[in-house]
């Protein structure tokens, strides 16, 4: 499997912030990667598909870059709402892949 | 606006199977792969497989020899079978829809079924 690692495991950060969380996969999965967003007891939500293509009703100061192997997600501005755990998925290889997620807490 | 309703037994004992149920809305089962993912609690997403309308599956191998899924185009549902549960299977269990072709990404989600493993 290839194995998904995200940094930094938490974050805290004020509003107004700009906020990156990185990706990186063990190996190079090419454009394969998306991000999600989970607010508690709530199921994930995509934010990006194929690292930089923001799914329909997001925000636009969410942004991602990358390709290969390393990849982030950007928050331009921190709203309050943003408050969630974030999680990037590589879809390359089977299984489809989740990094252990990045808390985002408010400071 | 596709919406996901699962259902299921949330409590179950250790080497029982466990069952869940996804019916789709405002959509159809046809033309998409459709997914189960789990969580535990507190921790990450793990993928279990997904099936097609046509039946085709893809499996995470860590589950293969235990996981069953299984679709109902005329219910326009899909299910997962799970036998020989243990407590490391106590988790948060989502359905979610995928694309025409396999394993890309998850854009609708059910709303999640809690099932715990406990003698």
């Known amino acids: 499997d290839i194995q998904m690692t995200q940094s930094p495991s938490s974050l805290s950060a004020s509003v107004g912030d700009r906020v990156t969380i990185t990706c990186q996969a063990s190996?190079?999965?090419?454009?394969?990667l998306n991000w999600y967003q989970q607010k508690p007891g709530k199921a994930p939500k995509l934010l990006i598909y194929d690292v930089s293509n923001l799914e329909t009703g997001v925000p636009s100061r969410f942004s991602g870059s990358g390709s290969g192997t390393d990849f982030t997600l950007t928050i331009s501005s921190l709203q309050p709402e943003d408050i969630a755990t974030y999680y990037c998925q590589q879809y390359d290889n089977l299984p489809p892949t989740f990094g252990q997620g990045t808390k985002l807490e408010i400071k | 606006q596709v919406q996901l309703q699962q259902w299921g037994a949330g409590l179950l004992k250790p080497s029982e199977t466990l069952s869940l149920t996804c019916a789709v809305y405002g959509g159809s089962v046809s033309g998409y792969y459709w997914s189960w993912i789990r969580q535990p609690p507190g921790k990450g997403l793990e993928w279990i497989g997904e099936i097609n309308h046509g039946g085709s599956t893809n499996y995470n191998p860590s589950l293969k020899s235990r996981v069953t899924l299984s679709v109902d185009t005329s219910k326009n549902q899909f299910s997962l079978n799970l036998t020989s549960v243990t407590a490391a299977d106590t988790a948060m269990y989502y359905c979610?829809?995928?694309?025409?072709?396999?394993?890309?990404?998850?854009?609708?989600w059910g709303q999640g079924t809690l099932v715990t493993v406990s003698s």
């Open positions: 190996q190079d999965i090419s454009i394969y």
């Open positions: 979610a829809r995928g694309l025409p072709q396999p394993y890309s990404w998850f854009n609708y």
